[in-house]
């Protein structure tokens, strides 16, 4: 499964709920090691959180896609004990270039962050 190659996020304690062609959906219980030095949740977790349903929901499809670009916006703090769901929908796709959005969500349904991805889906070798 998807998710057992990704060593980093299983390490981080990352569970892919759902993954089809162009969605999938993810989420994370916040403990005290995914804390900052302020005790809110260190932005590389919900970056890593938002990058694994990115990649889910554009590899779905059987060719390799890689990102070439993201970004994200943090608009709300969580903290430890926190569900974090990370959501990806697909905005746009063609032959070589996809773009996403992701939202991530805590569990009163706020929205922690806003992830933007774009993949290059590489050519099938020959």
């Known amino acids: 499964m998807f ?3 990704d060593l980093f ?4 304690g990352i569970e892919l709920i759902e993954m ?3 969605s999938a959906k993810a989420k994370l219980k916040i403990q005290k090691h995914h804390l900052n030095g302020v005790g809110l949740t260190q932005g590389g977790v919900v970056f890593t959180l938002a990058d694994l349903v990115f990649a889910a929901a554009s590899n779905a499809y059987g060719p390799v ?7 994200i916006s943090f608009v709300k703090a969580s903290t430890e004990g926190a569900v974090l769901t990370a959501e990806a929908k697909e905005v746009s796709r063609n032959r070589k270039l996809a773009t996403y959005t992701i939202l ?3 569990d009163k ?6 992830f933007q991805g ?3 889906i590489k050519p099938p070798k020959k």
């Open 3 to 5: 998710i057992e190659k």
């Open 9 to 12: 996020a299983r390490h981080v």
């Open 20 to 22: 089809a062609e162009g």
């Open 65 to 71: 896609a890689v990102a070439i670009n993201a970004s």
């Open 104 to 106: 991530v969500t805590d």
């Open 109 to 114: 349904q706020d929205t922690v962050a806003v």
């Open 118 to 120: 774009m993949v290059y």
